[in-house]
């Protein structure tokens, strides 16, 4: 299939495919008239390059399971670089929720202080005290908490 093609059947653009080529995460051969031409393996590859970006992983981060794909395996994560980088990026999330936690932390200690010394609590202080919104009857702080 031609570059505009698979853009389409992946659902992304000729110009990311080029970039995807530019970096070496895809390699397209050329028909005798120049057309970069391409396959199902290489569906595959842009899908879990896609796929690993959705997650948050950068481009270089899919280099290897776009390799481990190439060398052969079923899936991109079959090899031990792929469960590495697994590992690593869960690290990076587990560090970053961690630091979301103290500021959040911070932030209601922060509030909590701030409430306390309000001789007369403004609405909103009204509201976030008792954990309600009045026009809604949701709770204000209705953001899951992680942990």
Avoid: W
Avoid at 19 to 33: D, H, K, M, V
Avoid at 45 to 50: A, D, F, G, N, T
């Amino acid at each position: 299939m031609r570059i505009g093609d698979l853009a389409k059947r992946a659902g992304t653009t000729t110009r990311t495919l080029r970039f995807y080529e530019s970096q070496g995460l895809l390699t397209a051969r050329r028909a005798s008239n120049g057309y970069r031409e391409y396959n199902d393996d290489d569906f595959r590859l842009v899908k879990e390059i896609q796929t690993l970006q959705s997650f948050g992983f950068s481009l270089d981060d899919t280099r290897p399971f776009v390799d481990c794909l190439r060398s052969g395996h079923e899936a991109g994560d079959d090899c031990v670089d792929s469960i590495e980088t697994y590992q690593r990026k869960l690290a990076e999330v587990d560090a970053c929720l961690t630091r979301l936690d103290e500021v959040r932390s911070n932030l209601v200690s922060k509030l909590t202080e701030a409430l306390a010394r309000q001789p007369n609590p403004c609405e909103v202080g009204d509201r976030i005290a008792t954990g309600l919104d009045d026009t809604t009857s949701e709770p204000v702080n209705a953001a899951p908490r992680h942990r």
